[in-house]
């Protein structure tokens, strides 16, 4: 039986296929996404977009931490009534920086150009082997970094509840960082402690650097800039010298008023040569008992003048300031020692004036020669000190190194 496309049958079975083309094509429902999926899904996205603007303005960055840190530096405690808000921006400036500086170190090694042509010390050598070769060390000392930059801020909320709470916390925090270095020492082969256990922020690419600034433009997918590509706006003895036949290029020379600059910071050093892992030599018995020492003598310390109830006592000053100076008098002292080691030595060292401003020594002799000099100093200069005043007597990591 056949239907003409005038015939009423034909006319249905035209309409028939027509209802079912236009089924067919209609656009079908869609499940409605999961508002919690999406929910999840923004911080990992913001934290990208984040870690994005930091890579392109790290200059300004650098400029603001240091800007928040000086404020945080100039007020203390401003005054007795907001020291937990001012210690609050102070710790978070130092996180929010140790984040920065993961962040810009994991940029600056995605630059092929930067990573050849920067030497770096032999700290960042040191800590950045340790920190690639385990995730435990990498961790254990990311702990440790967060301890310190926020001791003092739980030493003053704990503060509030009391005295006998305030020194359970120290003590606690102490015991942390104490086991934190011995498992960073297990770690690394009973090597001696460098500080900080992570690697230091490293020096950006400037401005007078143009190469090392497209690299990093090329790197966040930007255009270079066409006035850094033009050999000719630079100065002779910066240009690139083509051959003619070869086409190959050799780099430029030095200027020749700074030869001696140049010669020198081409010059690689026997730690520049050395691997990683000898940069700091493993310890003998008593460089290992040194060590041990020089980690449990905050805490030695801290749990004495716990202990004590007169603050002008001489006991848990001279308890603490023994164990240190057994430390650095059984510590290795052979012609084997390396820069690094010297640098750190040096480093404690420095750091070994900060028993000057504790204990029965501040309350003794120090305080008295800084209020003398208070009172000779301008008023604003005169405030800060006394701010400062303030968190030596009352607080325990105020002058922990």
């Not at 840190?69 to 007020?75: A, D, E, G």
């Not at 008098?329 to 480093?347: A, I, P, V």
Request: proline content about 7%.
């Amino acid at each position: 039986m056949q239907y003409y496309p005038g015939s009423a049958n034909g006319s249905a079975a035209h309409n028939h296929s027509i209802n079912n083309t236009s089924r067919a094509s209609a656009p079908q429902p869609t499940a409605p996404r999961n508002p919690i999926h999406s929910l999840v899904s923004l911080p990992p996205k913001w934290l990208h977009m984040y870690s994005d603007f930091i890579t392109k303005n790290a200059h300004q960055v650098s400029q603001i931490e240091s800007a928040l840190r000086s404020l945080t530096y100039v007020i203390p405690g401003r005054f007795r009534d907001a020291e937990i808000a001012s210690e609050t921006v102070h710790s978070g400036v130092q996180l929010i920086a140790l984040y920065h500086d993961s962040v810009l170190r994991s940029a600056l090694n995605k630059i092929p150009s930067l990573s050849a042509s920067r030497i770096p010390g032999p700290h960042a050598r040191y800590t950045t082997f340790w920190t690639a070769k385990s995730k435990l060390y990498r961790r254990i000392a990311l702990l440790l970094q967060i301890v310190q930059y926020t001791e003092l801020l739980w030493e003053m909320a704990a503060k509030r509840r009391g005295e006998k709470m305030r020194w359970r916390v120290v003590i606690v925090l102490e015991v942390l960082k104490a086991l934190c270095r011995l498992l960073l020492m297990r770690i690394t082969s009973s090597r001696p402690l460098v500080t900080p256990p992570l690697p230091e922020r490293e020096p950006l690419p400037t401005d007078e650097d143009q190469s090392d600034e497209d690299a990093l433009k090329e790197l966040m997918g930007e255009e270079p800039n066409p006035a850094n590509i033009d050999d000719s706006a630079r100065p002779a003895h910066e240009r690139e010298w083509t051959m003619p036949r070869t086409k190959s290029s050799l780099p430029s020379l030095p200027n020749p008023g700074d030869v001696s600059s140049y010669l020198q910071s081409r010059v690689l050093t026997a730690d520049d040569i050395k691997p990683a892992a000898k940069l700091l030599n493993t310890l003998s018995r008593s460089g290992q008992a040194a060590e041990i020492l020089h980690i449990l003598s905050p805490l030695v310390y801290a749990v004495a003048l716990s202990r004590s109830k007169d603050k002008k006592s001489w006991a848990p000053w001279v308890i603490g300031l023994s164990v240190e100076y057994t430390a650095r008098q059984l510590r290795d002292r052979g012609f084997r020692s390396t820069s690094l080691e010297q640098e750190e030595w040096g480093r404690r060292y420095w750091a070994a004036g900060w028993w000057t401003m504790r204990g029965a020594f501040y309350e003794n002799v120090t305080k008295g020669l800084l209020t003398g000099v208070r009172r000779r100093m301008p008023s604003l200069v005169s405030g800060i000190l006394e701010d400062y005043e303030y968190l030596w007597e009352n607080y325990y990591f105020s002058t922990s190194a």
